[in-house]
């Protein structure tokens, strides 16, 4: 009989020590956003799982569809989506659906600005909660947001205080903290998109990159506006980007800008800028 | 942008709109070979619009020919002609970006 490997959809809970991860997560379960979840706080405990459990574990068995994997603070999520990727039983197992990232509101700015694994962490994810809203002061809560839109300007960010959502302070335009590039050897690119840029060049440069450094790659993720609304483009380990219109509900946090987020490592930012200005160049210069 | 469809030329599938029609693909392609002549010139790869419908027909010095019909069998097939993954990231590429700059 062929064994069952549709995966499991997987959410990633990180975020640095303290910031509030089990409260939010409990919270959350709590109201039911989870349901039909096992939640592990350790890809270990979770691969013993589903050893032990095999096809009888596998989503379409109803039981379990959902694993959440709450991490250790210290830890890099782009570790963990590595370590999924290049282990052949888990990553038939497991499809990384989304890394939700917990930011400390009163000391995030702190911990971003001294704390290189705080900035991965940041950069790789798809959604961040920030958390104590309720002690935290208005102002350091705007350069906070600032300084999250600056370092991921594609993962819509919502405001929590004891684990519930609450909206943030109203804030005037303040601008982010300057940040290295490189987090714990991770290098995190951002490039703006705009309307009149040229996006055959893109593609064909990001196609390029993905194909040569793919193992490097460890996401891509931007935001581009559109008539039918935001379009957002992913890839990952090597794969195709692939595109999606993100329906009017779900757009509520995402930044204003457009642009396209490069997290990998084995590179230089400064490389890839120049690259993909190349690309772009080579259609003004030839046309 | 595509002025038939408004969106990214290249993501204009994306939005589950009717496929862009044959001027939407010939404009695509026409810009994909302007770029890649540029690109693949320190390789010394010619770069044509093939016969075939929407296809590019890539020739190395030595004579080797292939027609890539879209951008997913592109790259593989630059590989095979140039014996490497062509590498984006190379010094042909970003000092001469950084000297345009």
Same mark, same amino acid.
């Given at each position: 009989?062929?064994?069952?490997?549709?995966? %499991?959809r997987?959410?990633?809970?990180?975020?640095?020590?303290?910031?509030?991860? +089990?409260?939010?997560?409990?919270?959350?379960?709590r109201?039911?956003? %989870?349901?039909?979840?096992?939640?592990?706080?350790?890809?270990?405990?979770?691969r013993?799982?589903?050893?032990?459990?095999?096809?009888?574990?596998?989503?379409?068995?109803?039981q379990?569809?959902?694993?959440?994997?709450?991490?250790?603070?210290?830890?890099?999520?782009?570790?963990? @989506?590595?370590?999924?990727?290049?282990?052949?039983?888990?990553?038939?197992?497991?499809? @990384?659906?989304?890394?939700?990232?917990v930011? /400390?509101?009163?000391?995030?700015?702190?911990?971003?600005?001294?704390?290189?694994?705080?900035?991965?962490?940041?950069?790789?994810?798809?959604?961040?909660?920030v958390?104590?809203?309720?002690a935290?002061?208005?102002?350091? @809560?705007?350069?906070?947001?600032?300084?999250?839109s600056?370092?991921?300007?594609?993962?819509p960010?919502?405001?929590?205080?004891?684990?519930a959502?609450?909206?943030?302070?109203?804030?005037? /335009?303040?601008?982010?903290?300057?940040?290295?590039?490189?987090?714990?050897?991770? @290098?995190?690119? +951002?490039?703006?998109?705009?309307?009149?840029?040229n996006?055959?060049?893109?593609?064909?440069?990001?196609?390029?990159?993905?194909?040569?450094?793919?193992?490097?790659?460890?996401? *891509?993720?931007?935001?581009?506006?559109?008539p039918?609304?935001?379009?957002?483009?992913?890839?990952?380990?090597?794969?195709?980007?692939?595109?999606?219109? *993100?329906?009017?509900?779900?757009?509520?946090?995402?930044?204003?800008?457009?642009?396209?987020?490069?997290?990998g490592?084995?590179?230089?930012?400064? /490389?890839?800028?120049?690259?993909?200005?190349?690309?772009? /160049?080579?259609?003004?210069?030839t046309? | 942008?595509?002025?038939?469809?408004?969106?990214?030329?290249?993501?204009?599938?994306a939005?589950? =709109?009717?496929?862009?029609?044959?001027?939407?693909?010939?404009?695509?392609?026409?810009? =994909?070979? =302007?770029?890649?002549?540029?690109?693949?010139?320190?390789?010394?790869?010619?770069?044509?619009?093939?016969?075939?419908?929407?296809?590019?027909?890539?020739?190395?010095?030595?004579?080797?020919t292939?027609?890539?019909?879209g951008?997913?069998?592109?790259?593989?097939l630059?590989?095979?002609?140039?014996?490497?993954?062509?590498?984006?990231?190379?010094?042909?590429?970003?000092?001469?970006?950084?000297?345009?700059?």
């Open positions: 009989m062929k064994a069952d490997i549709s995966p %499991f997987l959410t990633i809970i990180s975020g640095y020590p303290g910031a509030g991860k +089990t409260t939010w997560l409990r919270r959350q379960i109201e039911g956003v %989870f349901r039909s979840h096992l939640l592990f706080e350790d890809l270990e405990r979770m013993a799982w589903l050893t032990e459990k095999g096809a009888a574990a596998a989503p379409r068995n109803k379990v569809n959902h694993l959440v994997l709450e991490t250790n603070g210290l830890s890099s999520p782009a570790e963990i @989506v590595e370590a999924i990727h290049g282990d052949g039983f888990l990553s038939s197992h497991l499809r @990384v659906a989304e890394i939700v990232v930011v /400390d509101g009163e000391a995030g700015l702190r911990r971003l600005a001294s704390e290189a694994v705080c900035r991965a962490q940041v950069a790789m994810a798809d959604c961040v909660i958390t104590r809203l309720d935290a002061g208005p102002e350091t @809560v705007a350069v906070l947001l600032a300084t999250l600056a370092l991921n300007p594609v993962a960010i919502f405001g929590s205080a004891r684990g959502e609450v909206a943030f302070p109203p804030h005037g /335009d303040v601008g982010p903290i300057a940040l290295p590039q490189e987090a714990g050897g991770i @290098v995190i690119v +951002t490039l703006p998109l705009n309307a009149t840029m996006w055959t060049a893109l593609e064909l440069w990001l196609l390029a990159l993905l194909h040569a450094h793919g193992p490097n790659v460890l996401r *891509v993720k931007g935001l581009a506006s559109g039918d609304g935001r379009l957002m483009v992913r890839a990952a380990n090597g794969q195709p980007p692939q595109t999606v219109i *993100v329906p009017a509900e779900a757009q509520a946090g995402l930044a204003d800008k457009d642009s396209i987020v490069i997290v490592r084995g590179f230089r930012a400064e /490389d890839l800028k120049r690259s993909l200005s190349y690309f772009l /160049d080579a259609d003004a210069q046309s | 942008m595509c002025s038939r469809c408004g969106l990214p030329l290249v993501w204009a599938g939005s589950g =709109r009717e496929a862009p029609d044959a001027q939407h693909d010939e404009g695509v392609l026409r810009r =994909r070979v =302007r770029i890649l002549k540029k690109v693949l010139q320190p390789h010394g790869i010619k770069v044509e619009t093939s016969v075939l419908a929407s296809a590019i027909r890539l020739t190395s010095p030595n004579g080797e292939f027609a890539a019909s951008t997913q069998d592109l790259w593989p630059v590989e095979r002609l140039i014996g490497a993954p062509l590498d984006p990231l190379a010094p042909c590429y970003t000092t001469a970006a950084a000297s345009l700059g």
